[in-house]
């Protein structure tokens, strides 16, 4: 394995948006401007989004068949 191409980055990097997406919806409960609000939890629902898709991508089944030798 090559530097740079661990096969655990693209979950880990999925889990970091989940994380970022959980604690903008944190600050986006406590500040007053409903705009505002509004355009965090936005935001952090494509985040979240794009997290999962991200952090879950390696557990779908596969579509290829097994090569036989």
């Known amino acids: 394995m090559a530097r740079g191409e661990h096969p655990q ?6 889990a970091c948006l989940l994380a970022a997406a959980f604690l903008s ?13 509004v355009t965090i939890y936005i935001a952090a629902a494509v985040v979240a989004g794009i997290g999962f898709l991200m952090t ?9 068949r097994p090569r036989h030798r």
């Not at 919806?25 to 609000?37: G, H, I, K, R």
């Not at 879950?56 to 290829?64: K, Q, V």
Request: aromatic share 22%; net charge positive.
């Open 9 to 14: 980055r693209t979950p880990f990097y999925g």
């Open 25 to 37: 919806c944190w600050l986006a409960a406590s500040v007053s401007a409903t705009w505002l609000s």
């Open 56 to 64: 879950f991508r390696d557990y779908s089944p596969s579509s290829r």
